[in-house]
């Protein structure tokens, strides 16, 4: 049978935004491909009216048709969705990733919508689409929830896949590849693992545990040969690519496996990787591993500089100094580093914001990014801010940059905007104040404290940001632009030594 997988991926602040890979598709349409299915994938970068997506849908002409998205994207999954009854395309749906999981009620709800599943996809949708084949019921399958004139069937979660390498290698070349984001510029992303250990309030792995149950194993990491075997199958297939990215939430955590992937990462791939760590479990010996390894970057998670908002408010139980000692051990190997903060943080203040941008100006960090925080349905910072009444509107915007929903009284949205937009300058300029001999240091940041403290100065701040941001994302797509023609004349090259070396072996 024939399965359409629609994935809405919009970015509206990035200029001809090409959208990124995702691994929850590219893992189903593996799994479909294997069982002998045909897979196709819309992927909407772009703003798609009504029209084009139903046109696009009738060229496909599935058998079923399979929605996923970040709660980010929910409301357009629902529009999506309601444009395919409003059409009468009788093509049955079902929705997965992230947010029905975490949302289900919402989500089955959706008008057009007639199945959802929750949880990791693979096995229930493999199941779906035999039963659909063979015309056997399908209200009873562990992960769905079925919608049938009007009445729904929970099913429960089957337990979690805990041999990961039993999983194929995920089909990429449902994308767009080579153009995507990261792709386009030679970085391929890759998943070593999933899950993550910890408990943060604002992040759904606590939720998802929840969902799973006790005694589930969330956390799993395959095989480093199965890693190892699917990196050097892509860069086999893209030989453009000369770097990787691992998008788990913490590469090194097992140490065991982490010496084994360092010794064969080294000696069989030996190109360039960027991963994310945390802090507070990041010693010598694992930036030791990372260096050996071959890595260039390392991101950690600092979220906010305020010791008691980092702790009672996102239960991330580490401290300055041991943020400020995994970043010292990575300068001191060579490894660039990249910060994770968020502004809008139920409770913050102007002070505890400068308290975040103080701390990145004192670990000599190389690259920050700044975010806005998001109340994802279901965490328990959700929770604590439906509780307080926080909330000003319903709705997130479509990416964790976007403006505040929560109406906080220790801070207004004009503040949150203008320290996320300003977050880095400020980081650069309490460096430089940092360096001043310590009376006339301590004094200039009082003073830059009680300034930026003021809503006025948010406001000047904030007129001035729109014109200078509009060049930086001009510059930023020149040179995007650039660094793409020189990769398509570089695999062009490439190409026509393949065939000039080709024809040599036949002569």
Not at 118 to 130: F, I, N, S, T, V
């Amino acid at each position: 049978m024939k399965i359409t997988f629609v994935y809405p991926d919009t970015y509206p602040d990035y200029p001809k935004w090409p959208g990124g890979f995702y691994f929850g598709i590219a893992s189903l349409s593996s799994i479909l491909k294997g069982e002998g299915h045909q897979t196709s994938l819309i992927h909407i970068t772009q703003p798609i009216n009504k029209y084009d997506f139903i046109k696009r849908i009738r060229s496909d002409d599935p058998d079923l048709i399979g929605f996923s998205s970040t709660s980010h994207h929910a409301r357009f999954v629902k529009e999506l969705a309601s444009w395919l009854v409003e059409a009468k395309v009788e093509v049955p749906t079902i929705y997965g990733g992230i947010h029905p999981t975490i949302v289900a009620e919402e989500s089955i709800a959706m008008d057009g919508i007639d199945m959802i599943c929750r949880g990791e996809g693979e096995a229930a949708l493999a199941e779906l689409c035999h039963r659909i084949e063979k015309k056997q019921d399908t209200k009873d399958i562990e992960n769905l929830w079925v919608k049938t004139d009007g009445k729904i069937t929970r099913n429960p979660i089957r337990p979690l896949l805990d041999d990961l390498d039993r999983l194929p290698f995920p089909d990429r070349s449902i994308f767009n590849y080579s153009n995507l984001l990261d792709e386009r510029e030679g970085v391929a992303v890759f998943l070593a693992s999933k899950g993550c250990p910890y408990s943060c309030t604002y992040c759904t792995n606590h939720l998802l545990r929840k969902i799973y149950g006790k005694g589930s194993k969330t956390v799993r990491f395959r095989s480093v040969d199965n890693v190892i075997a699917e990196i050097k199958q892509v860069l086999y297939n893209y030989p453009h690519i000369n770097s990787i990215i691992f998008h788990d939430d913490i590469l090194l955590l097992k140490r065991t496996w982490a010496e084994e992937f360092t010794e064969k990462y080294r000696s069989e791939i030996n190109i360039p990787f960027i991963c994310n760590a945390r802090a507070d479990v990041t010693d010598e010996a694992v930036v030791n591993l990372l260096k050996k390894a071959g890595c260039s970057h390392v991101k950690f998670g600092i979220e906010s500089g305020n010791a008691e908002i980092r702790s009672r408010v996102l239960n991330r139980h580490m401290t300055n100094d041991q943020i400020k000692k995994a970043f010292a051990l990575c300068r001191k190997a060579g490894l660039m580093t990249l910060s994770f903060n968020m502004v809008g943080i139920p409770y913050e203040t102007p002070d505890t914001i400068l308290d975040t941008i103080k701390l990145n100006a004192s670990i000599g960090v190389n690259y920050i990014q700044a975010t806005i925080y998001q109340p994802y349905q279901g965490t328990k910072l959700n929770e604590l801010c439906r509780e307080q009444n926080f909330y000003g509107s319903e709705g997130l915007g479509p990416s964790f940059y976007s403006p505040t929903v929560l109406k906080l009284n220790t801070l207004s949205p004009t503040q949150i905007l203008m320290f996320k937009e300003n977050f880095r300058a400020l980081t650069r300029y309490y460096q430089v104040l940092q360096k001043l001999p310590t009376v006339l240091s301590h004094i200039a940041i009082r003073f830059s404290d009680k300034i930026l403290s003021f809503n006025l100065t948010a406001h000047v701040l904030n007129l001035i940001h729109v014109p200078l941001n509009y060049l930086y994302l001009r510059c930023i797509q020149l040179k995007v632009k650039s660094k793409i023609a020189h990769l398509q004349a570089s695999n062009q090259k490439h190409l026509i030594t393949l065939k000039g070396g080709h024809s040599e072996g036949k002569t």
